[in-house]
């Protein structure tokens, strides 16, 4: 009897919650900063973005996205308001050649690589971002880069062909963690009208603080951001 009583109300939960029912990573699965892990860096970091398990757990955290952008669309018939959040480093930019060229992160070498804009895209995320636009999403990267990146930051993305509608860099001085800034200019986006259907990232602080219906957190071992 309990458990029929039991089953029930599992029941009425699921019927309640169809939309979070469909997605892989509901936003609210990532409700606080992840802890340091141990074990990552250049060279185990770049040894293991190599590896089978990599491939996996980045192709099927993008194709989750897409899901999610699709149920978001048959939910919402003829909507209009919808977005992708991303993150760039490491979610759409591929920094790999950087860090196998030092033995340890230096600001003033990453800026310089940067400088370069030579860096390639991370063909699933440029997949998702090509195809999520053709469907009417807009586009926006939220990246921890300073606003003193910007034009070459910009330059990296038309060189790789890819398409946005708006670049939030980290304001100039400003202290906050990457979890506050970034919370607050996917707040912005929403204020604007727009709704965050996917934000992804290979950090969880790119997806702590809501303001989004779905995350995908990408795998990186090379390097940890709070
Ligand atoms: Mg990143």
Not at 8 to 26: H, K, R, S, Y
Not at 132 to 154: C, D, H, M, N, Y
Not at 196 to 216: F, H, M, P, T
Request: proline content about 4%; hydrophobic content about 40%.
């Amino acid at each position: 009897m309990k458990k029929i009583v039991r089953l029930a109300v599992l029941g009425a939960t699921a019927l309640l919650l169809p939309i979070n029912a469909a997605l892989a990573a509901p936003s609210s699965q990532f409700d606080k900063p992840a802890d340091e892990p141990t074990g990552i860096g250049n060279t185990v970091g770049l040894e293991y973005s190599q590896s089978n398990e990599f491939k996996k757990l980045f192709s099927s955290a993008v194709a989750d996205g897409r899901k999610a952008c699709d149920q978001y669309l048959k939910d919402h018939p003829g909507a209009s308001d919808m977005c992708i959040v991303s993150d760039l480093d490491e979610t759409l930019l591929d920094n790999r050649e950087h860090f196998s060229s030092i033995q340890k992160f230096d600001w003033d070498k990453f800026v310089d690589w940067v400088n370069e804009a030579k860096a390639p895209s991370l063909k699933p995320t440029a997949n998702l971002l090509e195809w999520a636009r053709k469907k009417g999403f807009a586009i926006f990267f939220v990246t921890g880069r300073p606003e003193e990146l910007r034009s070459a930051t910009i330059k990296n993305l038309v060189k790789n062909g890819i398409a946005y509608d708006g670049l939030y860099l980290r304001p100039k001085d400003d202290k906050r963690s990457a979890i506050e800034i970034k919370t607050a200019y996917r707040k912005q986006i929403e204020d604007m009208g727009f709704k965050v259907v996917v934000n992804i990232g290979d950090q969880v602080s790119d997806l702590v603080g809501g303001y989004a219906v779905d995350c995908e957190k990408l795998p990186n071992k090379i390097y940890f951001i709070n």
